[in-house]
């Protein structure tokens, strides 16, 4: 969708988007157009509020798998599809075009619930060629945003990671994941589970701009030391650092988490592959016009010239000049502040406790000899 340069880049409450950008395989694309009619001087131009809907939806596989070398897990399960918590910058908002929804604005409030997603999970952990590995939990969207309070889908999961004895890892911008207390401390008693929260900057204000609907800094800072002090091992990520924005937080977020009780810590730079990179612009040009052709300048550096590079090794941090400070950054602090150099993402999982449940009855009626 495009937008004249006469209508106005307005921020809409609690989205972290401002348009439904169509996303790459739709057939028919419209456009904005200005009516002439401008507001009244003194008179504010006002974005429409829109409601969130979610769709129950029957998944028919839950463990989605991987081989690329700089994620740190092999496989992942994701309970929901988009994520309300509308982050401008999030990597996955294009798999919403593979739905023929917009990236934009439809990937925040068109959001999908795998309703079966337990019943699933126990199944493909009940066959007999299924090898235990850890399972990251709510990585390309996250497990705890708001409509877990109602669907409890992510509960439901680490009830059978419990009941199995399998261990898993979850990230989370939201602090309802300190409801989950009493199922995640007899995991951490057995070695099969750690929990990082992403921060991405102390400053409520920018937060809000920044994730519009997740957790406020604080918040999260408090559920890490709440869930920390229940024995369970928590760290952070300071996902994603972004230049002249919050990248002078970096120092700060690590000791707040440090404090907090985080044992381990990492950090991921802006990526912005396909739809997220015009998404981006956006919003630097809605809360930050008079920077944001340097932030994209400096990223373009970071990026050998592009908005984005895939390559495995570099996405995660860049190249170049800047890449290299942040990385020393980030070293130094780490040292200083005492985290593990050697747990510095995914902590190490026990994978020997496992306990293969019985296969549902339907796909079993020989019975479990057989």
């Known amino acids: 969708m495009g937008r004249p340069d006469s209508i106005p880049h307005v921020a809409i409450k609690g989205r972290g988007s401002t348009t439904h950008l169509p996303g790459r395989f739709e057939s028919t694309v419209s456009e904005a157009v200005d009516d002439g009619w401008e507001a009244e001087e003194g008179e504010e131009f006002l974005a429409p509020r829109l409601r969130t809907e979610v769709r129950a939806e029957t998944a028919r596989s839950i463990i989605s798998r991987n081989n690329s070398p700089d994620v740190g897990f092999s496989q992942s399960v994701n309970p929901y599809r988009g994520c309300e918590h509308g982050c401008s910058y999030c990597f996955a908002r294009p798999s919403h075009a593979y739905l023929n ?23 493909e952990l009940s066959k007999p060629s299924y090898v235990p590995q850890p399972i990251a939990l709510g990585i390309n969207t996250d497990s705890y945003q708001p409509i877990e309070r109602k669907f409890k889908l992510t509960r439901q999961l680490i009830e059978v990671m419990l ?3 399998h261990p898993f890892s979850l990230i989370t911008k939201n602090a309802l994941v300190e409801r989950d207390i009493d199922l995640l401390a007899p995991l951490a008693e057995l070695n099969l589970v750690s929990v990082h929260f992403s921060v991405t900057s102390l400053d409520p204000h920018l937060s809000s701009k920044l994730e519009p609907r997740a957790a406020a800094p604080h918040a999260r800072l408090r559920a890490m030391r709440r869930l920390h002090d229940a024995g369970i091992p928590v760290g952070v990520m300071v996902a994603p650092v972004i230049p002249w924005i ?11 988490a440090r404090d907090a009780g985080a044992s381990s810590a990492g950090y991921v730079l802006l990526r912005l592959p396909l739809e997220v990179a015009p998404l981006f612009r956006d919003w630097l040009d809605t809360h930050y016009p008079d920077r944001a052709t340097h932030v994209m300048s400096t990223i373009n550096q970071l990026r050998g010239g592009k908005d984005y590079d895939s390559q495995f090794g570099t996405r995660m941090r860049g190249q ?9 950054r980030f070293k130094l602090a780490r040292r200083r502040l005492g985290f593990d150099a050697q747990n510095s993402h995914w902590p190490k999982l026990d994978c020997t406790k496992f306990e293969r449940p019985a296969p549902p009855k339907a796909d079993s009626p020989q019975g479990s000899l057989f």
């Open 101 to 123: 929804l917009s990236p934009g604005l439809d990937f925040e409030t068109k959001l999908f619930a795998k309703t079966n997603a337990a019943q699933l999970l126990r199944k």
């Open 320 to 328: 170049g000049v800047y890449a290299d400070l942040l990385a020393n």
């Open 246 to 256: 919050n990248d002078a937080e970096l120092e700060a977020v690590l000791e707040a």
């Open 163 to 165: 009941e199995t004895r």
